[in-house]
Structure formats: structure tokens, C-alpha cells
């Protein structure tokens, strides 16, 4: 490819209204930014001059830079088309992009990275609103019926002991002729009906369930090395995060990481730890995802949530924002709890939905 064809592809790029970015591909799996097209610098505030020539590590903050660098090098791996959802703040703040990393080949050898992003900042605050609302509702429906259930159950005693008083008058009644006959059978029948009509309503109550979003596949490192990389830009804490995919809710599963990894690099000392693994019970299958922290720890006063499943560990939830987290796993089906730290001092924020290692 001639010098003259790259400059007109390039002002080919600056005329498509999405964000696009091309990269050079050094040795040793190195990276420098060739172009950003005039989308990229509308929408990132990145401009074209203070890119050309650099690697990530150059303009970015190294937490950040690492999480890239890391999917051009999968995009380079695998030797195919690379799609994923990031969170990267940038000069314009924190946006949402979901990001295309394609292959240029010179031959047989991968000389570039063409990527192309989508802004679905939008679409992912819907999403997790959504989600939080979702568990919101679900919350007051299974308060509902709970109600329902009790206040039919109250009414079923009474309705069946009315039914056996109307059968034994019935018993060896004599009918004089004054239609007190027809009016004990219409009292049993009015009840049998009325607790045919108690039944009807608790199944249609039952049916009136909320759907939780499908399980999806989630690249566990990578949703956590995103929320590092803005949570900690600078790297001021030494975080350790798992390799590997889990299927789970993936909405539910950012928001919570979101605020437990919030809590934890700002309450740390100096380490963080993210770990994962996963239990099968008679319920289902479930992952038990553990942050923890070298910092103070949780006093006995400002304790923020019960113990262990099944512990005799008490507390009420208050403060540190983990009383709609704890709503929102508790909908579906799961536990927040607090542990002891994996290092010598601090806390250990533990919760368990449903999902599985993959």
C-alpha cells in the first residue's frame, strides 16, 4: 500500500460518522495509533495529533492502557474480528463503546488493527435501571404475594368450616316445604365456589412472576479490569483479578462489582483481590464471587450486612451503598455477606447468584 492510498483511506475514515481508530502493529506485540477519524474525535476528545505515533501507555493512564492493550492482543490471537463491551474515561468522561477490533494483513502477517466503536453508554444505563428496577418489582410482587397467600389461607379455614356446619344441618334435615332445603344447598355451593374462586386467584398470582434477564457468557477479567481501570487510573493499588468466563446475569453482575470494587480500592490499604468460585446445591448452580481488602476492616457498629449463609452472623444493612446491591441479588435468589479479609487485615464483601464457570 502506497503512502497516497493511506492518506485517501484515511480521509475516507474522516467522512464515515462512526468512531473509528486504525493501529500499527509493531514487534513483540507492541501497538501506536496511526488514525483517529473525526467521529472518534468528536465523541472521545481525543484529538488525531496527540495519538499519531503513540502507543496507549504514551496518553493513557497505565490501568487503562493495560485493559486495551489487552483486547488488541486477543484481536491478534485469535487472527479474527474481535467484538466486546468496555468502559473507558476518557477526556470526555466515562463512556460505554462497543468495540470491533479487525485484522489488517499484509499477506499473511497482521501489520494493523482497524476498530470500530458504537457509544452504547445510553443503552447500558437503561440497562441497568432496568435491572435495578427489575428487582425493585420483583421485590413488591413477591411481598404481594406473600399477602395473597396468607390473606387466602385466612379465608380458607373459615370458608371450609362453613361448609361442614351447611353439610351436618344438612344431615337427616326435614324438608318442610318453607325452601330452607334449597337455601342450605345454595350456601354449600356458594362456599365451594368461593373457595374454587381463592384457588383460581393464587394461580393466576403465581403466574404473575417477573422474568429475570437470560444468563449470558461474561469475560469475568475483562469487566473487572474495566471498572479497575476507572476506579484506579493511576494503578495506586495492586488489584488481583481472576481469569476466566462465567455464565450469569450480566447486568446485575457490573452493577454489583461496580459498587463493591468502588468500596474496596477506596477503603484499601494498598491491595485489592477479586476472587470466584463456584457451588451446586439442590437450588442450582451458583457462582460465589468474593472482593476483599487490606484496609480497616468493618467495626461491630458499622457493620453493613449479615454473615455467611446460614451463620449466625447478624446485622441490618445501612450505608456503604450495598442496600439496593443486596436487594438486587436477594431477587435473584442469592446472598451478600461479609467475610474475613484474604490478607492479614481488612474485609472480605461476598455475594452468590446464580451462574457457573465456564
Known sequence: MTMSSVIYSEEILDSIEVPIFVLDVLPAEK???RKLNRRHEQMSGLKQEEVFG???YDFLPARTADTITKNYRKCLSSNAAYTYEENIDLSTGPIWWQTTLSPIRTGDVITGIIGIATDITEFKETQFKQAESNAKIKALNDDLSLFTSTAAHDLRGPLRQIGLIVEMISEGFEDLGDGKTELLAKAGDMTQKALSQID????????????????????????????VAILDPLSKKSVSLPNCQVTTDKAALQIVLRNLLDNAIKFSKSRVAVLVDEIADRDGEW???????DGKGFGSKDHPIGGAPHSDAQGAVHGFGLAAVKQLIEVRGGTLWVDDSEFD?????CFQIPGQII
Do not use: E, N, W
Not at 394461580?203 to 437470560?214: E, I, V
Not at 457462582?287 to 481488602?293: E, N, P, R
Open 345 to 349: 487485615k481488612g474485609a472480605t464483601i
Open 54 to 56: 503513540k502507543s496507549p
Open 200 to 227: 383460581d386467584m393464587l394461580s393466576y398470582a403465581r403466574s404473575l412472576t417477573l422474568d429475570l434477564a437470560p444468563h449470558q457468557t461474561v469475560d469475568l477479567q475483562h469487566i473487572c479490569s474495566d471498572l
Open 31 to 33: 501497538f501506536q495509533f
Open 287 to 293: 457462582l460465589v464471587i468474593k472482593v476483599s481488602d
